[in-house]
Every structure is written in C-alpha cells, then in structure tokens.
C-alpha cells in the first residue's frame, strides 16, 4: 500500500464533524495521539528498563497508525497528498545530508 492508497481508503472512516472543512479536529487529535506514543515509549523506559517485547511493539504499531490517520486526515483536509508530502520531506532531508546540514536547527537550513 502507497501513502495516496491509504489516505483515500481511510477518508472512509472520517466521520467527524464539518470534515472536509475541519482542520481543528485532525490536529487535535494527532497531538493526541502523538502524545499516547510519548507516554508508551516513557513507559519502555520506566517500567521495562528499555527493554522492547512483542507485546509492546503491537501497542506502539496500533498507536503509530492512529497517528498516521490524524495525519492523513489533516493532510486532506490542506489538500495535500501523503505521497508528496513523504516525497518532499525526503528531498528536504536528503539535501541536507549532501550539504552536510542534518543536524542543527531552522527549517531553511
């Protein structure tokens, strides 16, 4: 499955409310979900010593792909595509590794 696959597939279970012109709702709820990934990944450390089991690798994919829902859906909402989104951060990041500029801070760099 491509990323263009996947967001249109999942617009099929997008059923908040003014969707299509709701920005507000897919960004507060991939902050959200981002958040639930923190608090898992905190608990790897706290409770297991860092130690990753099978178990926890399934919870973290179940959070990883909420996130990549809210994702889609906040890209859609911006009428943008997941696949030239992925495209250009790629291009973005590549080049800095060319220029030598990977790690520092500012998105210009």
Do not use: C, H
């Not at 499955?1 to 597939?9: A, E, G, I, P």
């Not at 981002?34 to 919870?59: C, F, H, M, P, Y």
């Amino acid at each position: 499955m491509n990323f263009n696959d996947y967001q249109k597939l999942s617009q099929r279970t997008a059923l908040y409310k003014d969707k299509g012109r709701n920005f507000i709702y897919p960004t507060l709820g991939l902050a959200g979900e981002t958040g639930e990934v923190a608090e898992k990944v905190k608990k790897i450390l706290r409770d297991k010593n860092g130690v990753v089991d099978e178990q926890t690798k399934e919870s973290l994919k179940k959070e990883l792909g909420d996130v990549l829902w809210y994702l889609s859906q906040l890209a859609t909402e911006f009428d943008l595509s997941l696949d030239d989104i992925a495209d250009t951060n790629l291009k973005k990041l590549l080049s800095r590794l060319e220029r030598g500029k990977i790690g520092g801070d500012g998105d210009d760099r």
